[in-house]
Each structure stands twice: as C-alpha cells, then as structure tokens.
C-alpha cells in the first residue's frame, strides 16, 4: 500500500478522538451502598443506580459495588454521588450525575455555560480532550434533542463532521454521555434487533447471540475485532453467534464510504464479509477520505471480490438503506459510542478485559437465552 494511504488530516483524528476517550470514560466507572448523608435526595435509589449500571457497562456481579446516596450537585438541575468499583486488583471512582427528576444519568465533565456558550463549550472541550488550537471547531445552535430536558449543541470541524454535546435548561452542558434512566436494557433490544439476513459467523441456533455495532474507522473498534476474530470465536466455536452491524459515527470522514463497501460485498459474496472486514480493520491507518474508495477497491481485490462489481456497489450506494437500518436500530436500543455489543441482548460499551467480556459469555450460556 502506497505511504499516502497512511495520511489522515489532524482535526478529524482529535476530533474522533473525543468519542473515543467519551466511551472510554463513560466504561471505566464503577458503582454500591453507603450511608445516608444529610439531605441526600431519594428520587433514585442506590439500588436502581447500581442495577442500571452493571446492566449498562455489564458490570459482573463478582466485582463489588460501592454508591453513595445521591445528594445536592453545584451544577443546576443536577444531583450527583460518588460510584466506586473493586474487582480485587484495584479501585476506581467516578462522578456520577442524575437530574433532580430521576430521569436522565449522565457521566462525563460537567460544565456551567454563560452568555457565550459555543465560545466557552468549545474551550472546555479543548481542555478536557487536549484538542490543540490549530485544530478549528465550530459551534452550532442549540437545538431540540431527543431528550425533553436538553438541548444539543454540535461542535464540528470545518468540513461538517462533528459531536453533538447536551445542554440543559439550566445552560449545564455534559462532555459525555446522557441516558435515559428508564430504559429497560434486557428486553428492548431483544424486541428490537434485526437478525435475519445480516452478516454473521456461527450457528443460528447457538445459545449465545452477540450483535456488534462497529465503526470501521474507529480505532478501539478495530481491537476489538481482532479479540472476537482470534479469541473469543475459536474459544466457543459453534456455542455463539456473532451478528455484525455497520454503526459510523458522524465524526468520522470515510467510515460511512467503508460500511457501504462492507455491506456491498456481504451482497455481493457472503462468504468474503468478515475477511474483507478484517481486513480493512487491520490497515485501518492507510485509509483517507481522499483515497478510501482506491484503497477499499484495491484491498478486495486481494480477497477475491468481484471488482466491478463491488465497485458500481459503492458508486450507487446500493447498500446504504442496510446501513440505514442498522444505524436507526441502534439508536433505538441506546447505542452512542463504537463498540458496542449485546450478549443475549445484555448490552456491552467499549472494550473490557478478554478475562471479563469471556465472563459474561459464560454467564450467558448458563442463563436462558
């Protein structure tokens, strides 16, 4: 592959970067009971909080959980409490926020915005993800989310790729994640997801399913491929699916031209999926918006798909309304960040220890499916 394949332009890298370390911060908490402290609100449990998260981050119950009760934030609007996780190596702590309605969870960096709050969102993002200042963001409007209590904000880099970020009515902004502390995680997906016709490995009677939702330009996604690919599928062989599902983030500039490509050659030669997926995953660097189509034709040109054919695929754009679907299935069962899997329809975020995500396996193959 010529050098220029391995040229990315700087502001989408840091840009990506920020879901990047968003998913990252959003996995590594971890979360039990305490005492009452005075004027702890009560509107959510420390019971309800604790199950929302293992079931969200698909915390193992072998790993103890310690949860303040929540009390009074600073940040209007908000309550919050100290979550900590011991799985017996070591601690970790993180802020936990909740609205003063019990109805939304959000984790990240909060932050207070004044009168010029797309100056001052963009500052604090500059700071939190050590975005330098020669990369240009740009801040869009508020507008209506899908969220009652929040607006969103869009920050971007000049060619229209970006983030939207949530403000709330009290102008409190969350760098980081938003959830709907009411979502019913178990059955939702199960009712939701499409699982015919989809590109998969294994039996279709296997007890496990786990579906993925992968950005092919993300890099935490392209690890995680390799542990389902050389770990995780030989491991249990014909006892799981693995059901694959194209999910590119906005924030990426040739993720969206791959999927198409992907899902073209699933069309086109089923067999040839998860190789040419796999493939490019592992020279994920050497691609660019510039030279995504080359690169993408000269790559399944060494599996052996049909060139031309998968080359009017990708010009037409025949395989954007399985993409579309699989995008809007997604959002429909809570996925925000890139990986994303469902273990029998347990939700996964991010990319757990090989030791931990083999638990949770296990523990569904011991369960009804």
Not at 197 to 211: F, K, M, N
Not at 223 to 252: Q, T, W
Not at 278 to 305: C, P, W
Request: aromatic share 8%.
């Amino acid at each position: 592959m010529k050098q220029n394949f391995r040229k990315q332009k700087l502001s989408r890298a840091r840009l990506g970067a920020v879901a990047v370390l968003m998913a990252a911060l959003c996995f590594a908490i971890a979360l039990s009971r305490s005492h009452a402290r005075p004027g702890a609100v009560a509107l959510v449990s420390t019971d309800k909080l604790e199950h929302f998260l293992r079931e969200r981050y698909a915390i193992p119950m072998v790993t103890k959980i310690a949860i303040e009760p929540l009390h009074d934030s600073s940040f209007p609007g908000f309550t919050e409490t100290q979550v900590v996780m011991d799985d017996g190596k070591a601690k970790k702590n993180q802020t936990v926020y909740v609205t003063k309605d019990g109805r939304y969870l959000a984790l990240g960096t909060l932050v207070t915005l004044g009168n010029d709050p797309g100056t001052e969102i963009v500052q604090k993002i500059r700071a939190t993800f050590k975005v330098p200042e020669t990369t240009v963001l740009k801040a869009g409007p508020l507008e209506k989310s899908k969220f009652v209590e929040f607006q969103q904000m869009k920050i971007a880099t000049p060619d229209g790729k970006g983030q939207d970020f949530f403000v709330n009515h009290d102008h409190v902004a969350v760098l980081g994640e938003v959830m709907l502390l009411e979502m019913n995680l178990r059955a939702k997906p199960l009712r939701t997801m499409v699982l015919r016709d989809q590109p998969s490995v294994g039996p279709a009677s296997a007890p496990v399913t786990i579906v993925e939702y992968a950005d092919l330009q993300c890099p935490m996604c392209a690890k995680f491929h390799d542990f389902l690919e050389s770990e995780l599928l030989p491991h249990y062989g014909d006892k799981v699916r693995l059901v694959f599902k194209e999910f590119p983030l906005p924030i990426h500039d040739w993720s969206m031209t791959a999927a198409i490509a992907d899902q073209c050659t699933y069309q086109i030669s089923p067999s040839n999926f998860l190789p040419y997926r796999s493939m490019i995953f592992k020279h994920q660097d050497g691609f660019s918006a510039a030279n995504v189509r080359t690169a993408l034709l000269q790559y399944s040109d060494e599996i052996g798909i049909d060139h031309d054919k998968l080359a009017a695929c990708i010009d037409s754009k025949e395989s954007m309304p399985r993409i579309e679907e699989n995008k809007r299935e997604g959002d429909a069962i809570g996925v925000n960040s890139t990986p994303t899997t469902f273990i029998n329809g347990r939700i996964v975020v991010g990319v757990p220890a090989p030791e931990e995500y083999f638990a949770l396996v296990d523990e569904a193959l011991r369960s009804p499916k």
